[in-house]
């Protein structure tokens, strides 16, 4: 396993209530500026916590809560998929996600950018997911030491993610720095 990817054996911090604290979804779906996305793809979903929040809050038909790791896939299979039909686990690799072209509204990735080995071709990828007019959002760690998280020489700035957002295809990019632990980047599909 690589040092930058989360263990999976550590899945129960991923269910962790202060996530929730620390990255608001109410916060973060009023900085998309979007109506409710009916098809949701968060790629890096671990045990699908945060599909789950969104799911609550939009009441989309579907999210493919997408993963590398089959524990990840299998554990939201038995414990989210059996609550939240519409959550749906889809194996995937780093760089290919077994979906259609165009089929999202959005697609989000919470705390996995600084895992990514190559961050460009996962937006490239996100890109070829979202339908026109979508959007994607990056939540993930601020670059500075604190107790939680990454080491900080891992982490990214969010002007790289922005960057590469826009490499990747994306337009009208936002920064938000205003979350305490986390950085919000946040782009469309023209």
Known sequence: MSE???????????NNP????DIPPAYIRDKLNMA???ILVEIGAGTAFFCTAFYQMFKPS???????????IQWVAENISSRY??????????VAVP?????????????????LHN??????ESFRLVKPGGGIFVVDWKKKDMPEGPPAEIRCLPEEVEEQMARAGFEKMMIDNELQ??????????
């Open 99 to 115: 979906l259609e072209d165009g089929i999202a509204d959005l697609v989000f990735m919470i705390n996995l950018h600084h895992e």
């Open 181 to 190: 632990k986390h950085f919000l980047v946040v782009g469309r599909k023209g």
């Open 85 to 94: 039909p519409a959550i749906v686990p889809v194996k995937t690799d780093e």
């Open 36 to 38: 409710g996305p009916g």
């Open 4 to 14: 930058k990817k989360f263990d999976p054996q550590k899945l129960e911090k991923l």
């Open 62 to 72: 579907t999210i493919y809560a997408c993963d590398i790791s089959d524990v990840m």
């Open 18 to 21: 202060q996530r929730l604290v």
């Open 119 to 124: 961050p460009l071709q996962t937006l490239e």
